[in-house]
């Protein structure tokens, strides 16, 4: 318990700290989004909050943005009129990839307005049944070697996986507790109630072991400070050989 005294100066500190928090909510520096063209100021998101993260027009994140960045540079290759299965769509994207592809599905385990009801640990679709598959911040929250070796069987060959989750590049080794399973414990542990492991640098033999070979995107400046992305986002493509 602190003191009355050390009490006030915590709740003026706190105050100070909240001010210096609003002022930042609806944008720091202009910024312009690479998906909708917008340029101006962007929204905070995120607790604890990441300030120009969402743009205000199309809703987009930085995550977002940066798949935009490697789509717009390869979808002429790798996208166009391709059979893509796209995992827990995020509005912005499932746009951009529907309109790209030759047959187009969003899938989701609960259905929650996804065209199919897919379960990515055990994917009831036909081996080598589609061309591309995305699911992004998907396998932090599932038991990702069944799920590799799913999209493994489900892809043709040559197949592409867009794969994307929260990863501590510093952290050697994929942190990962059977132990660990409150909410709050996996909160506190892998930071967010639902996920069940912190990727490490590892990520990459991780998503290889189930057969694919791997490569990554990440853009530096001047996308970063132009379109608010964030520093060490990576995208991995696995390809099935
Ligand atoms: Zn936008």
Not at 19 to 27: A, E, F, P
Not at 93 to 111: F, M, T, V
Not at 146 to 154: D, G, P, Q, S, Y
Not at 211 to 217: A, D, K
Request: with cysteine; proline share 5%; hydrophobic share 40%.
């Amino acid at each position: 318990m602190l003191r009355p005294w050390a009490q006030i100066k915590a709740a003026g500190q706190n105050v100070n700290y909240a001010r210096k928090v609003w002022q930042r909510l609806n944008g720091v520096y202009p910024r312009e989004c690479n998906i909708c063209g917008y340029a101006g100021m962007f929204r905070a998101a995120g607790l604890p909050p990441r300030f120009d993260a969402r743009c205000p027009r199309c809703l987009s994140l930085e995550r977002h943005r940066h798949q935009a960045l490697w789509i717009s540079s390869n979808e002429h290759a790798l996208l166009r009129n391709k059979r893509i299965l796209h995992f827990a769509a995020e509005p912005i994207l499932r746009k951009i990839y529907s309109a790209l592809a030759a047959r187009y599905a969003s899938a989701d385990i609960r259905g929650d307005g996804a065209d199919m009801t897919l379960n990515l640990e055990q994917i009831d679709q036909p081996n080598a049944s589609w061309d591309v598959i995305v699911a992004n911040h998907v396998l932090e929250h599932v038991d990702d070697r069944k799920a590799l070796a799913e999209m493994h069987r489900v892809l043709a060959p040559g197949g592409l996986a867009i794969l994307s989750f929260p990863i501590a590049p510093l952290y050697e080794k994929t942190y990962e507790n059977p132990a660990i399973i409150s909410k709050a414990d996996r909160d506190l542990h892998f930071g967010q109630w639902d996920h069940v492991r912190y990727y490490g640098a590892d990520a990459a033999d991780r998503i290889a072991a189930a057969g694919f070979e791997v490569s990554t995107f990440s853009v530096g400046e001047p996308y970063v400070h132009r379109h608010g992305i964030t520093r060490n986002t990576r995208d991995f493509l696995a390809r099935k050989l």
